[in-house]
């Protein structure tokens, strides 16, 4: 069975750090554009960050450009986001999502919650 699993999610206080892994199963991420995701209670799911197959490419949205770092390990068929100064508005379900084969793949989330 094909799909994307996350892990990584939890609550956290103002400022401070977390770290999403999003793995595969049935296939692997290696050779494929992977992307993160976030949908905030009452809100639209909204594209914050991907990274292409390589490594060699990223996107950040403005939201969290300078405070999440996307990365992959390729040995680990893993991609991360690293999460720094989290503030309460990233409160939000984390999805990782890529296309494999002409099909979306969506994971089914993590929850952040930051808040004091």
């Known amino acids: 069975q094909l799909q994307l699993v996350e892990s990584g999610g939890g609550l956290v206080q103002p400022g401070g750090s977390l770290r999403l892994s999003c793995a595969a199963s049935g296939f692997a991420l290696n050779y494929y554009r992977v992307g993160w995701f976030h949908q905030a209670p009452g809100k639209e799911r909204e594209g914050i960050s991907c990274i292409s197959a390589s490594a060699g490419g990223t996107y950040y949205a403005d939201s969290v450009k300078g405070r999440f770092t996307i990365s992959r390990d390729n040995a680990q068929s893993t991609v991360y986001l690293q999460m720094n100064s989290l503030k309460p508005e990233d409160t939000a379900v984390y999805y990782c999502?890529?296309?494999?084969?002409?099909?979306?793949?969506w994971g089914q989330g993590t929850q952040v919650t930051v808040s004091s």
């Open positions: 999502w890529c296309r494999y084969q002409g099909n979306n793949y």
